[in-house]
C-alpha cells in the first residue's frame, strides 16, 4: 500500500484523490508518501516498531505454501523484526489461508 501510495503521488494524483482510492485520511498518505517503505511500514515515526501484518504479507503467504509451521513462521518474521505475538500471528496465518485458500498438510 505505501509503495503504490507514492506511485500515486509521483504521478501528480492529488492527496485527496489517493485518500479516497484506499479509504485512508489524508494524514496517513501524507505520512505514506516519502521515506523508504520497508521503515514506514516497520517503525512509527518515533522510530518504535509497528505490528503491521501486511508488511510480511507475502513472505507468510510463501511461508504457508511451504508447509511451515505456525511456530517457524513466526520465528522468522520476529527475526525481520516483527513485533507482535505469536497468537495473533497464527490468526493472521489462519486468515491468509483461508483468503488465499492454501492447501496445508
Keep these: ?19 479516497d482510492l484506499f479509504g485512508h485520511s489524508w494524514k496517513t498518505i501524507r505520512i505514506y508518501g516519502k521515506g523508504d517503505p520497508y521503515q514506514l511500514c516497520r517503525f512509527d515515526s518515533s ?33 525481520d523484526g516483527y513485533n507482535g505475538s505469536y497468537s495473533q500471528t497464527a490468526a493472521y496465518c489462519n486468515k491468509l489461508i483461508a483468503e488465499l485458500g492454501i492447501l496445508t498438510h
Design 47 to 79: 522510530g518504535m516498531k509497528r505490528v503491521n501484518y501486511e508488511c510480511y504479507r507475502d513472505d507468510i503467504a510463501n511461508y504457508l505454501r511451504m508447509n511451515m509451521q505456525f511456530k517457524e513462521i513466526f520465528e522468522r518474521i520476529v527475526s
Design 1 to 19: 500500500m505505501i509503495v503504490k501510495i507514492q506511485r500515486y503521488l509521483a504521478d501528480g494524483y492529488a492527496p485527496t484523490t489517493i485518500r
